[in-house]
């Protein structure tokens, strides 16, 4: 089993310590909240009024994943898939269905190199379920995880064994890439990305969604290293002021010269990270028979799932600054 160690640090935008173990979340915590959020506003009047009237909790557990990573057993390998550990030709020779692939690599090897296309699948049949169930907590609770699995899956760096550069000299690059640069310009992103649509295949969705982020690696880590002969060392990073702690971070124009250089790549990410959410939360109301929502009412959550959240929080202030196996953002 592969061993790798990741801290997040689950505190303001991005958490972008530049020390010799970066920490992020995926999309950073903000990001993750901003994708489920805007998700939301893409989905039919059938569906919206439920979903804005609990947009607090799909935005704010969107995050629940990565606060996982750190007390469940394999939660880690479910936000990413080292593709280039299968050889050249990976998206040819890895099967696209689950069984299939334990049968060829055994499910040991594919937790150890990650599963994120294969739990987007498993996600999805969650939330169908819970549609046709009409159970209003699994509903929210399995939207909001599920969007969290698409998201990472549209980072480019998720699909890789070069996960943060360091094979290549440019450690930092994961949180620079998914949690700097949408701290400084997300707020200047362009959310309006049309209405949801219906999904013929999430598995084979989720193949591509992973093979388009694959093909943005080379991009991701050439122009970066070509930034990096360009800028001084005192250019390239700046100190912060986080709380009551001085970080160290990439600077504002180390940052906006890159998002020119790879032009807009970050952004264009997450506006099909948005995209693809709204997609899949509608593919699987329509294929639960589009269950009535308003039947739900504006209920709140039940009691019991307010103890299971409970129960996370204490847990993931509990594991937080221990290891997990997976990507070292």
């Not at 009024?49 to 007390?71: L, M, Q």
């Not at 050889?87 to 990650?114: N, R």
């Not at 969290?148 to 890439?177: C, K, M």
């Not at 992973?210 to 690696?217: G, P, R, T």
Request: aromatic share 14%; charged share 25%; hydrophobic share 35%.
């Amino acid at each position: 089993m592969l061993k790798r160690v990741i801290y997040i640090i689950g505190i303001s935008l991005g958490c972008l310590l530049l020390l010799p173990k970066e920490s992020s979340s995926s999309w950073g915590f903000y990001g993750h909240q901003r994708i489920n959020r805007m998700a939301v506003f893409t989905l039919p009047p059938e569906m919206l009024t439920f979903y804005k009237y609990h947009i607090e909790f799909i935005t704010n557990h969107a995050v629940d994943p990565d606060k996982r990573r750190y007390g469940v057993e394999g939660e880690a390998a479910r936000h990413y898939i080292d593709i280039d550990h299968y050889g050249e030709h990976a998206f040819d020779s890895v099967p696209k269905y689950w069984k299939a692939a334990v049968a060829k690599y055994t499910e040991d090897t594919l937790m150890a190199y990650g599963i994120v296309p294969w739990q987007i699948e498993k996600h999805y049949y969650k939330l169908l379920n819970a549609f046709k169930d009409e159970n209003a907590d699994r509903i929210l609770t399995y939207s909001a995880e599920l969007g969290h699995y698409i998201a990472d899956a549209h980072v480019p760096l998720h699909t890789t064994e070069n996960y943060n550069g360091q094979l290549t000299g440019q450690r930092g690059i994961h949180g620079f890439w998914e949690s700097r640069i949408p701290e400084l310009k997300a707020e200047g992103y362009d959310y309006f990305v049309g209405r949801a649509g219906y999904i013929d295949s999430p598995i084979k969705s989720a193949w591509k969604i992973v093979y388009d982020s694959h093909l943005a690696v080379d991009s991701v880590l050439k122009f970066e290293a070509k930034l990096n002969k360009e800028f001084s060392q005192d250019k390239k990073y700046a100190y912060e002021n986080r709380g009551n702690v001085m970080m160290k971070v990439y600077s504002e124009a180390y940052a906006n010269r890159y998002d020119l250089m790879i032009k807009g790549q970050v952004e264009r990410r997450m506006r099909e990270s948005i995209v693809m959410v709204g997609n899949l939360w509608y593919t699987a109301w329509v294929n639960a028979g589009k269950p009535n929502l308003e039947t739900l009412g504006q209920k709140e959550i039940s009691d019991s799932l307010k103890l299971v959240i409970q129960q996370e929080e204490e847990l993931y202030m509990q594991q937080k600054h221990k290891s997990a196996k997976g990507h070292d953002d």
